[in-house]
């Protein structure tokens, strides 16, 4: 990625578009990003809700355009190639509205390998080998909407790995999970995704934990830019001894990162730090490698 950028024209009214009037303002979810991702490595985007993680996501899935700058994905550039940027990628989203909730998990796998031409018993036999690696062989015949939010976050994993792709993009893969099943799906995605087949993940989170014990190296990413990049352990080192990865959030952004409770509400969140300003809450292989 160099100098990659996204800029939203801001909502005119309709007496502004009739007379032709320019668009004054606009947000920039993503401002000027370089970035390299290697071959084979996790890498994470570190921020909070709102930083612009999940629109750089969508421009390197090809999903939206840049504004400005250029990226490449496996050496493909995503404008120019986009056709073959998707053929070696797979994209992992929470959004379970994307599957067919009174289908099976069998059923769906199979209707979005025929979006990758693979039908009938190809499509059958990967399809079963998939819901092996997912873990969910026993409840394949089960309707998706019976599945508890661990099973359809394997459910994506496992569609997202459908056309064996080299890079798998994860949006926020753990969210909305109990901390028991978060910890199983990133054990997982260390254990059998990257160790066993070796895939290039590009991940975004907002929760400082999973960011230092999943990737080997990660962006703290805050108001559509980035702020470092390096491995956590270096970028902790670099504070000094007993440094965490939030004094790192903290040195980098001026923000401080807490725990929000209350009722039902356990999401982390982050504030501006020492300023007493308004706080921001917090809360997706065949090809060469890299991103």
């Not at 000027?32 to 899935?61: M, Q, S, Y």
């Not at 108001?223 to 959030?249: M, N, Q, Y």
Request: hydrophobic share 35%; aromatic share 6%; proline share 4%.
């Amino acid at each position: 990625m160099v100098n990659l950028t996204k800029t939203f024209a801001a909502p005119r009214g309709i007496a502004d578009l009739l007379r032709r009037r320019p668009s004054a303002d606009g947000v920039t979810p993503v401002d000027g990003v370089d970035l390299a991702v290697e071959k084979g490595e996790v890498f994470g985007v570190l921020g909070p809700n709102g930083a612009g993680k999940t629109t750089l996501i969508k421009i390197l899935c090809t999903l939206i355009l840049p504004t400005a700058g250029r990226a490449k994905v496996n050496g493909y550039d995503v404008e120019r190639e986009s056709g073959r940027v998707r053929e070696s990628i797979g994209l992992v989203t929470t959004d379970e509205r994307s599957f067919y909730w009174r289908l099976t998990g069998r059923q769906n796998l199979e209707f979005f390998a025929s979006l990758h031409d693979f039908y009938s018993d190809d499509a059958r036999e990967m399809v079963d080998d998939l819901l092996g690696v997912v873990d969910l062989k026993d409840a394949a015949d089960v309707r998706f909407l019976n599945y508890s939010a661990g099973m359809k976050q394997r459910m994506a994993i496992a569609r997202g790995l459908l056309n064996d792709p080299t890079v798998l993009f994860m949006d926020e893969p753990t969210r909305s999970l109990d901390p028991g099943a978060a910890q199983g799906l990133r054990d997982f995605i260390k254990g059998e995704i990257v160790r066993k087949r070796g895939k290039t993940i590009f991940v975004s989170t907002h929760n400082l934990e999973e960011a230092e014990e999943l990737c080997d190296r990660v962006a703290i990413f805050d108001d559509g830019k980035i702020k470092v990049v390096g491995r956590p352990v270096d970028l902790k080192a670099a504070l000094g001894e007993g440094s965490t990865l939030s004094d790192v959030f903290v040195h980098h952004t001026g923000k401080r990162f807490e725990e929000r409770g209350g009722a039902g509400a356990t999401a982390p969140g982050f504030r501006h730090d020492r300023r007493g300003s308004p706080h921001r809450g917090g809360g997706l292989g065949r090809r060469r490698g890299g991103v």
